[in-house]
């Protein structure tokens, strides 16, 4: 069973920066695929980016590409996000995700989850 443990989330002005990490409980070295997703109250928890193991493959939500950075450094079984240019409407739970096989970008298709971290952006 892998535990993930997210921080870094937090109050921030529109326009402003954030750092999200996720600390993983076992090697996430050449086996998980490990995503972020967040979710907004009331709506269903949306995929916001991944990394492969190796990091050779990343993909982001539209929404996000050019804005968001996901990395990751296995020696220390860590995830990062990083957050620029953060709008309003980036307001959200912030979850930490992690799967043995990629599947899809479909919460449903992913295994293991944090506990969130809430992100707030003000206009």
């Known amino acids: 069973q892998v535990q993930l443990v997210e921080s870094g989330g937090g109050l921030v002005q529109a326009g402003g920066s954030l750092r999200l990490s996720c600390l993983a409980s076992e090697r996430t070295s050449e086996t998980l695929v490990m995503g972020w997703f967040r979710q907004r109250p009331g709506e269903e928890r949306d995929f916001v980016a991944y990394?492969?193991?190796?990091?050779?493959?990343?993909r982001y939500a539209d929404s996000v590409r050019d804005r968001f950075t996901i990395s990751r450094d296995n020696a220390k079984n860590m995830v990062y996000l990083q957050m620029n240019s953060l709008k309003p409407e980036d307001t959200a739970i912030y979850y930490c995700a992690a799967t043995q096989y990629y599947r899809g970008t479909s919460a449903g298709n992913w295994d293991y989850w944090g506990q969130g971290t809430q992100v707030t952006v003000s206009s």
């Open positions: 990394t492969s193991p190796t990091s050779y493959t990343r």
